[in-house]
């Protein structure tokens, strides 16, 4: 999860797209250059240890004039943790 956030910071759409699960990635990302990310607070997580083959996390990242709050999916594929997808909270 963190550095899905660093990569959002930095708008690294190759890293963000490579840990997006297949089955739910999108084939572009369109990043707002303007986005000025400042903070990420993990709120929760369930499951998501080596013995596990998924897991949430519940987040607040804030940015310049707001904040986004997401529960997230995350899967392993190939050994790898992935994002599928996300839920929005508030």
Do not use: C
């Not at 999860?1 to 089955?23: G, I």
């Amino acid at each position: 999860m963190r550095s899905r956030y660093s990569a959002f910071v930095k708008r690294n759409e190759q890293y963000l797209l490579r840990t997006w699960h297949p089955r739910t990635r999108p084939a572009t990302l369109d990043l707002d250059p303007g986005a000025r990310w400042t903070g990420l607070e993990i709120l929760a997580t369930t499951d998501g240890s080596a013995f596990h083959g998924t897991g949430t996390v519940t987040f607040r990242a804030s940015f310049r004039g707001g904040a986004l709050h997401e529960r997230s999916r995350f899967e392993r594929v190939d050994g790898a943790w992935v994002y599928v997808d996300g839920e929005f909270l508030d």
